[in-house]
């Protein structure tokens, strides 16, 4: 397929992320094959897809969690693919993930969680610190738990910890991976909320997500990863005019359920 620049994306801007012929497989069973898409700062990409399409493995060739088997990641007109874990650190001080179970550290509490990248790859002193945990709390409208352990909070704080310190670093790009899951439908909605701040604020991200709700509210583009393969990558104007011609069946469902949705 066309990469993402060459359908309506009228950013003249270099993209952040280039993907070319993004392969991974798993023994017999190929899970990415030969996945394309440019990623243009300031842009939130909606992966969407079943259960088990690859969706989360897609996300993980991004910061070099996985190796492909074949293909090109380009960060920053760097390619990452090759890269060792000391030579990712760089890269992974720009792009935070926020992991589908939120992977806070159970025997911190959470100042200690949202602490600990300032304290790795930070020369703050401990009274800014503290002041900078508090400031990603309250943007997270968590402000006054930092002594709470993750045990004591419900699932919808914890992936809102999760997400306050994802974003301790100022990253410049953000992974979501299934940012909702296992949340109720208002959590889900306040969680949904967070992200659209935080791609207003400027800051590029990667949803996965199978939430139809929370990726016409935070989308700006979307993508469907069907059999190892991405199609139909384009903004929901586009997005409305193909449902109706019946491209797919996840273009339909998304056509049929955001026509009052206007894309930026």
Known sequence: MSPMNHMDTPNTAAPIYQVRGLTRSYGSLTVLDGIDFDLYPGQCLVILGRSGSGKSVTLRQLNGLEKPNAGSVLFDGHEITTLTESQLLPVRKRVAMLFQSGALFDSMN??????FPLREHTDLNEAEITATVAEKLANVRLSGIEKHVPSSLSGGMRKRVALARSLALDPEVV?????????????????????????????????????LPLARKVGNRLAFLDAGRLSNVAAFSRRRRRGRRGASPWVKIVANESESVRCC
């Open 175 to 211: 992974l979501f991976d299934e940012p909702t899951t296992g949340l109720d439908p208002v959590t889900s909605a306040t969680i949904a909320s967070l992200i659209l701040a935080t791609r207003n604020s400027g800051v590029t991200s990667v949803v996965v997500t199978h939430d």
């Open 110 to 115: 959470v100042y200690e969680n949202i602490a």
